[in-house]
């Protein structure tokens, strides 16, 4: 199965950065989409950036001008450079994929990374 594991999180002052790396291993066929999602306490899940096979980007705007997505599709990997950060940004991120393999498609997660942005 695939599995994708974070990396990167920590605590950082306010205006500092931070850069987040997911690796994706096992048989993940052909990715279609990349992306970084977060989850503060009380609130939904939300998409952060995402970049397709086409290198096609999406940020939230709350982030965008900030954070950049990068994938490398020969190591497998994806990484959110967050710049900038402020306190709004903590919250727990998580890795996502979207893939297929053969003809069915495929969602997975990683297990998230905490990122606390606090002075």
């Known amino acids: 199965q695939v599995q994708l594991v974070e990396s990167g999180g920590g605590l950082v002052q306010p205006g500092g950065s931070l850069r987040l790396s997911c690796a994706v291993s096992?048989?993940?066929?052909?990715?279609?989409?990349m992306g970084w999602y977060r989850q503060a306490p009380g609130n939904q899940r939300e998409l952060v950036a995402s970049?397709?096979?086409?290198?096609?980007?999406n940020y939230a705007d709350s982030v965008k001008g900030r954070f950049t997505i990068f994938r490398d599709n020969a190591k497998n990997t994806v990484d959110l450079q967050m710049n900038n950060l402020k306190p709004e940004d903590t919250a727990v991120y998580y890795c996502?994929?979207?893939?297929?393999?053969?003809?069915?498609?495929?969602?997975?997660w990683g297990r998230g990374t905490q990122v606390t942005v606090s002075s």
């Open positions: 996502n994929v979207n893939y297929r393999v053969s003809l069915v498609r495929y969602t997975s």
């Open positions: 096992g048989n993940s066929g052909m990715i279609y989409t």
């Open positions: 970049i397709a096979s086409t290198a096609i980007t």
